[in-house]
């Protein structure tokens, strides 16, 4: 899973696997949740997103899963794929004197091996 | 789909330089946003802007400056490049309706102060 530090947590699953991407965030008054992928060169891209509202959202390939009692948001990708192979990102929607921000985790490599 | 374009891929400066880096959004978004990913920290947010000409300080606005003229527009300045100011940065942009954000990001801007 995300942590806060210099090293980057890397899963190493092969191709064909389920994945599975912890992100610990820090508010409970966060609303809204996302999750973006980043391959080497490129900027952030989004991914899945949920709202505080729900616990379960699915796209294709990828499911969110929100567990806000214990501040807890996961990544699941189905048959991970050698192009799923990339850095992703936790964001938090915080809520801020009528502002509202993305604070993002520190990430998560994922190494997909064929 | 939305592109937003980062002027420079690649910069090199030297200390006591002024540094511009220009962002353009071609989807007529209301939010953009400076950010710097440096290893293991994740994403910080320097400085966004909800309107032309209105600009808020992120988590780390020291040492930066910006400029909102234009809509599509958003430069990030560095008033007198420091080494420690080394890092990718990224220009983001948001539709910013109903307050939940979800980030289309450039493809970055890595800059190197020596």
Same mark, same amino acid.
């Given at each position: 899973g995300e942590s806060v530090g210099l090293h980057l947590p890397t899963l190493s699953v092969q191709e064909g696997d389920n994945s599975i991407i912890n992100c610990a965030y820090s508010n409970s008054a966060s609303d809204y949740f996302i999750w973006y992928k980043q391959e080497s060169g490129k900027g952030p891209q989004f991914i899945i997103d949920i709202r505080s509202n729900m616990d379960k959202r699915q796209g294709q390939r990828v499911t969110v899963l929100l567990n806000k009692t214990v501040k807890h948001l996961s990544l699941q990708i189905a048959a991970t794929q050698p192009g799923d192979s990339a850095v992703y990102f936790c964001a938090e929607n915080i809520v801020n004197t009528g502002f509202q921000k993305l604070v993002f985790g520190t990430g998560t490599r994922l190494l997909v091996s064929p | 789909d939305v592109k937003v374009t980062q002027s420079s891929r690649y910069l090199v400066k030297r200390t006591g330089e002024k540094v511009f880096l220009e962002c353009v959004q @071609?989807? @007529?978004?209301?939010n953009m946003f400076w950010y710097r990913q440096d290893p293991g920290l994740g994403l910080r947010l320097i400085y966004f802007s909800y309107d032309v000409k209105m600009k808020e300080k992120g988590d780390i606005p020291e040492g930066y400056s910006v400029s909102r003229e234009k809509k599509e527009r958003f430069s990030l300045i560095l008033e007198s490049a420091s080494t420690n100011q080394t890092s990718m940065y990224l220009c983001a942009s948001s539709t910013g309706q109903g307050g939940n954000e979800k980030l289309f990001f450039g493809s970055g801007t890595q800059l190197s102060v020596l």
């Open positions: - | @071609d989807m @007529d978004h209301e």
